[in-house]
T-cell receptor
Framework: DAKTTQPTSMDCAEGRAANLPCNHS???????VYWYRQIHSQGPQYIIH???NNETNEMASLIITEDRKSSTLILPHATLRDTAVYYC??????????????FGKGTHLIIQP | DVKVTQSSRYLVKRTGEKVFLECVQD?????MFWYRQDPGLGLRLIYF???????EKGDIPEGYSVSREKKERFSLILESASTNQTSMYLC?????????????FGPGTRLTVT
């Protein structure tokens, strides 16, 4: 499994875009990049995932570099409710297996009013 | 809305007690998981199940067992609770089809063993 490096914590002003980086230089060709977040006292919540192309959904955008060694999660207009720990997780679907995700320590994003 | 529920948000048990943590999902998902989460260690996989009556060990299965008698329910059992099993326990599920690792998590059970 690929290892990831994320900043321990980040601050962002409310209403601004929050850009969360992740290095995954050992990611293999069939591994997606998944992003989850965990708000205090809640279970993790899926945000977005991608393989090669940039992706966007109603929650966020995911930018993956061409060499796939790093990615950035973008929350376009951060609100106080986006304060959470954000996890970047490479993972490959094993086509029928039920492997769990390997959560690292993530980035604690604090949105400042 | 997809839903994973866990039987208790908070639980306090004594050392040596048998503890059952229940998880129910209403999405007809084949795969279910149990994790524990501890400060500084992140989430660690205890057990998972890919079908009724099937189970696989995760990274830290020692001291735990599981039961999956029905598709929607996955139970985590601490046969004889110990203080080092004080933790946040999280259940998750995901469908077999779709080729995705999108897991749906429950709210968690904070277990304290005294």
């Amino acid at each position: 499994d690929a290892k990831t490096t994320q900043p321990t914590s980040m601050d962002c002003a409310e209403g601004r875009a929050a850009n969360l980086p992740c290095n995954h230089s050992t990611i293999s060709g069939n591994e997606y990049v998944y992003w989850y977040r965990q708000i205090h006292s809640q279970g993790p919540q899926y945000i977005i995932h991608g393989l090669k192309n940039n992706e966007t959904n109603e929650m966020a955008s995911l930018i993956i570099t061409e060499d796939r060694k790093s990615s950035t999660l973008i929350l376009p207009h951060a609100t106080l409710r986006d304060t959470a720990v954000y996890y970047c997780i490479p993972g490959a679907y094993s086509g029928g297996g039920a492997d769990g995700l390997t959560f690292g320590k993530g980035t604690h994003l604090i949105i400042q009013p | 809305d997809v839903k994973v529920t866990q039987s208790s948000r908070y639980l306090v048990k004594r050392t040596g007690e048998k503890v059952f943590l229940e998880c129910v999902q209403d999405m007809d998902h084949e795969n279910m998981f149990w994790y524990r989460q501890d400060p500084g260690l992140g989430l660690r996989l205890i057990y998972f199940s890919y079908d009724v009556k099937m189970k696989e060990k995760g990274d830290i299965p020692e001291g735990y067992s599981v039961s999956r008698e029905k598709k929607e329910r996955f139970s985590l059992i601490l046969e004889s609770a110990s203080t080092n099993q004080t933790s946040m326990y999280l259940c998750a599920s995901r469908p077999l089809a779709g080729g995705s690792y999108e897991q749906y998590f429950g709210p968690g059970t904070r277990l304290t063993v005294t």
